[in-house]
């Protein structure tokens, strides 16, 4: 399935009773698999997850660690950039010119290079003292 028709598949499953805002997101792997997620929100609202986070859970969990492509789709007017915090969690599996498209519902697509999409990144290199 193509990481498009895999995150608006997913983006149904959404559960988002409080902000009504669904998302989905879909990741490739080098081996070509596609793992998919969508953001699963709580009454204790910081409790929530976005649907990048479940994406990357789906990945791991089947034993990958890089993602080499991302595709995140949202029912707003303009294609929805991930938070900040997903971009960090995207950074951690992700090479800096892997390209992430971001998209709505309405077909609008905007691609954008992970080091584009989180310049300046703190990653594991900064950890060796
Ligand atoms: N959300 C995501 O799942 N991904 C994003 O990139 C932006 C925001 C979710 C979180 C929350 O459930 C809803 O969208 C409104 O913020």
Redesign the pocket.
Known sequence: MSLKNAAIAVREN?Y?P??Q???G?AIRTPSGAVYSG????NAAYPE??????GAIAAMIAAGETELVAAY?V?GADKP????GG?RQKLAEFAKGDIEITMATMAGEEQVIRMDALLPGAFDAAFLKE
């Open positions: 959404a988002a409080y902000s805002f669904k998302v997101a969508c953001n699963v929100e929530g997850t976005c649907a990048e986070a995140v949202a929805v950039p991930p938070c997903c």
